[in-house]
């Protein structure tokens, strides 16, 4: 068997090549590139102590309603953050606190009394915290956010 050999046709008969398909121009004029805004720079500071929910201090009383209030017992803190799947609230205190001692939790929701199993601060287990330290307690029922949190 012999192979076909190609002929090339005479330009006159090839189809014409659209020059649009073979090569591709450059826009003639390119479009406008607007600025964009710059950002403020950052301005650093130093990493807060605390949670950065909380500022330091002590809670106002006007920012506990009244249903929440109990007369008669040490305010130590509100519940800054519930973790349901370990059953512990985080708060900072602002007044000490000791393993042993009797606390009750008073929400919108919440009325949990009971007494301090285990106390935490930074993730070591300890007996007693003083007031300012952020901790987390192991409490038998959920509580939420904003709860106010007594010694009694």
Same mark, same amino acid.
């Given at each position: 068997?012999? @192979?076909?050999?190609?002929? $090339? +046709?005479?330009?006159? *008969?090839?189809? /014409? &090549? #659209? @020059?649009?398909?073979?090569? $591709? +121009?450059?826009?003639? *004029?390119?479009? /406008? &590139? #607007? ?12 990493? /807060? ?104």
């Amino acid at each position: 068997m012999t @192979k076909k050999r190609s002929v $090339r +046709k005479p330009a006159a *008969s090839r189809k /014409p &090549v #659209r @020059k649009s398909a073979v090569c $591709r +121009k450059a826009p003639t *004029s390119p479009r /406008p &590139v #607007r600025p964009r805004p710059k950002r403020p720079a950052k301005q650093t500071q130093p990493a /807060p102590a605390l949670h950065p929910a909380v500022t330091p201090g002590r809670t106002p009383v006007a920012s506990i309603t009244p249903e929440q209030q109990i007369v008669g017992a040490t305010l130590l803190g509100k519940v800054i953050n519930y973790f349901t799947h370990l059953g512990v609230a985080t708060l900072v205190l602002e007044a000490p606190l000791a393993v042993g001692d009797t606390i009750r939790i008073k929400g919108h929701t919440t009325d949990l009394t009971q007494r301090i199993d285990s106390l935490q601060v930074a993730h070591q287990s300890v007996q007693s915290a003083s007031a300012g330290e952020g901790v987390g307690i192991h409490v038998a029922d959920k509580v939420r956010t904003s709860d106010a949190v007594y010694k009694v």
